[in-house]
């Protein structure tokens, strides 16, 4: 029968245990016995998971001829006697019901109710499976790739979804290549489990230091605090119990043998591993690596922390496109504004950025002040082509800018 197909699909599906199973199987032919013949008590089911075959039995009473009032409770004594001549008035007759016994469309439904079942079981059980793995690191296989995401089939083909927002921009998949991602969510959609997977959470770096560094996994180094822009930097805060450990040195690992793999994995993503301190100064001052700080002030009201550096400091605090102090803010929990210290032997005159805000727009001044120009000086420094990748700003609007201070000194 077309039936044993179904039977060998379930027992193929390894995460449904066989007493789940089992019951699957009977509750699915005592709803087609209810439907057939008003009744299911009558009858045993027998199942064989591992054969793949099912044997339904019947009892019935044996009554005397022509006293038979439900054919499917009772059997005439002339009937029973073709069975087993031995057979009396009274006793029990159990004989086995034949599929074909159910006609065509019977067995038809059947199939139906049994492949429905199965598909719901299997679609609980992926659920529950992923449910209790967010934050872990899965691997699987592409399997289809579509403008707004990737299709991954792990280890047992289960489908995972990797969004292009969830990917390293640098990301670039082959279909049939191998992808590691951390389960992000698990979700029910269309009554079916969406499972979403993310190579841009900060939970993916944390698993691949416990992966590659056995003191994290160990409980020996605890990572405080990740932040990071995926593909280009990120940065960690580590913490050892333990004074004989160098945290930093063992997450990096000798001639960066521990970091090098995570940084690949992320693209060449640049990781700087720092020394988490409950000194919030120091603590920034780290954060800002690897820029050297002068000096530190705190604003406890504001969160904000005005770190003052040598002039040729200031480009490497703020890093390409301003990542290095965003990240460093991000870590610290601070607003960091930066700003040059004069040297000793630097006698000309300078004019700080406000004495301008009746010429200069607010919002202006403030867009140099987050690069770290404080003076009219340090902005003269930059070139337009500087400022203007480093800032908001139009070209026209540097020029004129610059026009101003130039002016200020000619003077």
Not at 299 to 322: C, F, H, M, Q
């Amino acid at each position: 029968m077309n039936l044993i197909d179904t039977f060998s699909e379930f027992k193929e599906l390894k995460s449904i245990d066989r007493a789940t199973m089992m019951s699957v199987l009977e509750d699915v032919f005592r709803n087609l016995l209810l439907k057939n013949y008003g009744t299911d008590e009558n009858y045993d089911i027998i199942i064989n998971p591992d054969k793949g075959d099912l044997e339904i039995w019947r009892n019935r009473e044996i009554v005397a001829d022509g006293q038979v009032e439900d054919e499917n409770l009772q059997i005439s004594l002339s009937e029973a006697k073709k069975i087993d001549d031995d057979y009396e008035v009274g006793e029990e007759v159990t004989d086995e019901v034949k599929f074909l016994d159910f006609g065509r469309r019977s067995i038809l439904t059947l199939r139906q109710n049994l492949s429905a079942r199965i598909l719901e079981l299997e679609k609980d059980n992926i659920f529950n499976l992923y449910k209790d793995r967010v934050g872990e690191i899965v691997t699987g296989e592409v399997y289809q790739i579509w403008k707004k995401e990737i299709l991954i089939l792990d280890d047992e083909e289960n489908e995972l979804i990797l969004p292009k927002t969830e990917q390293i921009p640098s990301d670039y998949f082959r279909k049939g290549e191998t992808v590691r991602a951390v389960v992000l969510r698990v979700e029910v959609k269309n009554n079916s489990p969406l499972i979403v997977v993310s190579r841009t959470s900060s939970v993916f770096l944390e698993r691949l230091f416990e992966l590659e560094v056995p003191e994290i996994f160990d409980g020996l180094i605890t990572i405080k605090k990740i932040v990071r822009i995926p593909g280009e930097r990120a940065k960690v805060a580590v913490e050892s119990y333990d004074e004989r450990i160098d945290p930093v040195g063992a997450c990096v690992g000798m001639k960066g043998s521990r970091i090098h793999g995570i940084v690949r994995e992320l693209r060449n993503e640049n990781i700087d591993v720092i020394n988490y301190t409950t000194n919030t100064q120091l603590f920034i001052t780290r954060a800002l690596n690897p820029a050297k700080v002068s000096s530190v002030k705190l604003n406890e009201e504001t969160k904000r922390a005005d770190v003052y550096l040598n002039p040729e400091e200031v480009s490497l605090a703020i890093g390409k496109g301003g990542l290095n102090i965003r990240l460093a803010s991000q870590l610290s929990g601070y607003e960091i504004d930066v700003y040059r210290e004069k040297s000793e032997n630097e006698g000309e005159e300078d004019v700080n950025l406000s004495e301008f805000a009746d010429e200069i727009e607010a919002w202006i001044i403030d867009e140099l002040k987050k690069i770290g120009c404080d003076t009219a000086r340090s902005v003269l420094d930059l070139s337009p082509e500087e400022l203007e990748k480093r800032t908001d700003l139009e070209i026209e609007t540097i020029n004129e800018i610059l026009s101003i201070f130039k002016s200020e000194f000619d003077n």
